[in-house]
Every structure is written in structure tokens, then in C-alpha cells.
């Protein structure tokens, strides 16, 4: 896979003039290794539009005579999708968020991808679940598809840091350990929802060492009947292709500065895993001293005023106060634990 590799074209076909003139547009951006039309589209509420089906099918086979070297993919949600993707010749298909959620319909699609030789990209499901997101990309192996890719599309959380889908990049980092070799792109359109964002995703999906994008395009994104406020112009593409720098991923041409950097992080690391460590034992005296004076494990007013301590230093050490916050939640939530743990063993010792 040449990288970035991008994945650009329509939420939704919509008519065969939309679909031209952005064929035709992206056409003339080289780097485009797949162009991406909606087909049959997940509506979360009914009554909304939900693609023109075969009728864009049929549409896509005729604009695409006059670009011969561009790939074309759908998004397959049933086996019935698969079989007119195969049928009217698109290259590719992708597994949408809402099925990979579901192992019973990934199971149904995928043996209906048996010997068509489709390229198949994977995006996660909406949960931040890498199982299951693993889970979709064996079943495409499993019928013989060698040409699997993973999309990164951002998850659906309670809290969604201001974006369509919480990128949550801790998640596509993990399937990229478990997965070394899975080549793997970011779709900043769903992650962002809005079109100012995109380009800043894009540069960060880079910055991870991403094997490229799929991005929404639109001729004219304002007037889309899906995502309007998410699809880019070809022109925004060809800009934000042209600002990206494309990271090299492979660590064993790290010279030795990025070497020494490195080992720093490694001892800062391990000192904060020692601190850690410490943190929990004094916790463990805390349990004890509170067992003595009958007092409950979580107090709330000393647990409020921390919380305000630790974000005011934060600031103070040009950190995000937020995400210290959300760090310092973490530990008392298993500093709780710890305090309960060493509560039971000593009522079991007491009563032994
Ligand atoms: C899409 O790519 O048009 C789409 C519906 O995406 P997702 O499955 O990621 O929501
Ligand atoms: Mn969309």
C-alpha cells in the first residue's frame, strides 16, 4: 500500500451529475487510490434518505467507463449488498461502523464475500471495543479476503471530547499492536462531523504513523442529502493532501536523538510507575488509619479539593487541566479499590 493512501468521494451518490462531477474531480488527484460512494446508508432515525440503492450501482458503472484506472468501493451491509456490489464490479466494500458492531451480520456479509477477490476495509464499531473490531477483520480472512484494511472512525461515547465520535487514538493504537501488519486509515470526516477539523485530524492520524484517509467529498457539500456538514470540496482535498506530512513508520531508521529521547521516556516512565506504586501503599495506611476512626473510604469534600489542587497545578505546569483530571479520576477510582481490598483483609483477619 502506497502511503497515504486516500480514500476520498461521497457520503451518499445522490444523482449522476453529483457523482460525474465528482468522479471527475477526483480524477485529477493522484494519490486518490479509491473512490468511496455511499449506496445503501444507515439512518439512525427512520424517514431520512437512505441512498439510492442499485439505482447507484447502476450509476457508478456507467460514470466509471470514463476513468479506467480508478477503484471504486460501497459500504455492504447485507449479503444482498455484497452480491450487487459484485455483480455491477465495484473493487472494494466497507463494513460500516453499525455492522461491525454486530458479529451475527459480519459472519452473513463476510460469507457472502467468499471468492469475489473485493477489497474489504473494516471500520470500528461505534463502541471503543478492539475486539470487535479484531473480531470483523478475522472474519474477512476467515473467507479468504486477503486485501483487508482497518478504518479508524472515532466512537460514540458519553463523552465526546467536541466531536462527532471521540477519535479515542489509544483504541486504533491497540489494534495496530495487536495487528502490526493491517494497514490502517482514519476517517476524520466521521470523527469530526463538522468541516473545519478535518484537515487537523488527518495531520494527526499521520503523526501515528496512519496509512491514509477516507475523507467525504462532495462537489457541493452544503447541498448533500447526508453529512452536509461534514463532506469537504475536491478542492479542500487537493489542499489538505497538499499540507500533509507524511510520517515515516518504520522506527529502525530512528537516528540516535530520537534513541536517546526515548530511553528518557523509558525512566520517566518507570519513576512514574514507582511513584505510582508508592502512592497505592500509602493508600493502604489510609484504609487502616480510617478503619481505626470508623471513617468511609470515599470522602467526598477531600476528594473535590484534590481534584481543584491537582488542575490548578496542572496549569501551572502548562498541562490540560482536563486531562489531568481525568488521570487523577482514574487513580482515585483504584485508590478506592485498594482502600477496600486492604478493609476486607483486615475484617477477615479479625474475624479469623
Ligand atoms: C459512511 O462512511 O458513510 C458511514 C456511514 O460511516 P460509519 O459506518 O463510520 O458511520
Ligand atoms: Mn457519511
Redo the contacts with the bound molecule.
Keep these: 500500500m502506497s502511503r497515504p493512501y486516500i480514500v476520498a468521494g461521497p457520503?451518499?451518490v445522490e444523482s449522476t451529475q453529483q457523482l460525474g462531477e465528482v468522479v471527475q474531480a477526483l480524477s485529477r488527484v493522484p494519490q486518490v487510490a479509491l473512490v468511496?460512494c455511499?449506496v445503501w446508508?444507515?439512518r439512525t432515525h427512520p424517514g431520512g434518505f437512505e441512498g439510492m440503492g442499485e439505482q447507484a450501482l447502476q450509476w457508478i458503472a456507467e460514470v466509471r467507463k470514463g476513468f479506467p484506472s480508478l477503484r471504486f468501493g460501497c459500504?455492504v451491509a447485507r449479503p444482498e449488498h455484497v452480491e450487487l456490489a459484485v455483480q455491477y464490479g465495484m473493487d472494494a466494500v466497507?463494513i460500516?461502523?453499525?455492522t461491525t458492531a454486530n458479529p451475527f451480520m459480519v459472519q452473513e456479509v463476510t460469507e457472502a464475500m467468499r471468492g469475489s477477490g473485493l477489497e474489504v476495509l473494516v471500520?470500528n464499531a461505534p463502541s471503543p471495543d478492539v475486539q470487535l473490531w479484531m473480531g470483523a477483520v478475522e472474519r474477512c480472512r476467515q473467507v479468504g479476503i486477503e486485501d483487508v484494511v482497518a478504518?479508524h472512525?472515532g466512537f460514540d461515547v458519553f463523552k465526546n471530547g467536541g466531536y462527532r465520535n471521540n477519535p479515542l487514538w489509544e483504541v486504533p493504537i491497540e489494534l495496530r499492536r495487536h495487528e502490526p501488519g493491517l494497514p490502517l486509515l482514519c476517517?476524520p470526516s466521521?470523527i469530526a462531523g463538522r468541516r473545519e477539523p478535518v484537515k487537523m485530524l488527518a495531520q494527526t492520524a499521520m503523526d501515528l504513523g496512519f496509512d491514509g484517509l477516507?475523507v467525504?467529498v462532495h462537489p457541493c457539500p452544503k447541498a448533500a442529502l447526508?453529512?452536509a456538514e461534514q463532506q469537504i470540496t475536491p478542492a479542500d482535498l487537493v489542499e489538505l493532501i497538499g499540507g500533509l506530512v507524511v510520517r515515516q513508520t518504520d522506527s529502525s531508521v530512528a537516528d540516535e536523538q530520537l534513541h536517546l529521547l526515548r530511553e528518557q521516556i523509558d525512566l520517566l516512565d518507570s519513576q512514574l510507575l514507582q511513584t505510582l506504586a508508592a502512592r497505592f501503599g500509602v493508600a493502604q495506611e489510609i484504609a487502616e488509619v480510617k478503619e481505626r476512626g470508623n471513617l468511609a473510604v470515599y470522602q467526598p469534600k477531600r476528594w473535590e479539593s484534590l481534584l481543584q489542587q491537582r488542575r490548578e497545578s496542572a496549569v501551572e505546569l502548562g498541562m490540560d487541566p482536563d486531562f489531568v483530571k481525568e488521570f487523577f479520576e482514574k487513580i482515585h477510582a483504584e485508590s478506592v479499590r485498594v482502600q477496600e481490598r486492604r478493609l476486607n483483609q483486615m475484617n477477615e483477619n479479625s474475624h479469623s
Design positions: 457520503c451518499s468511496r455511499g446508508k444507515p459500504e466497507w460500516g461502523a453499525r471500520k478504518v472512525r476517517d466521521h477516507m467525504e447526508t453529512d
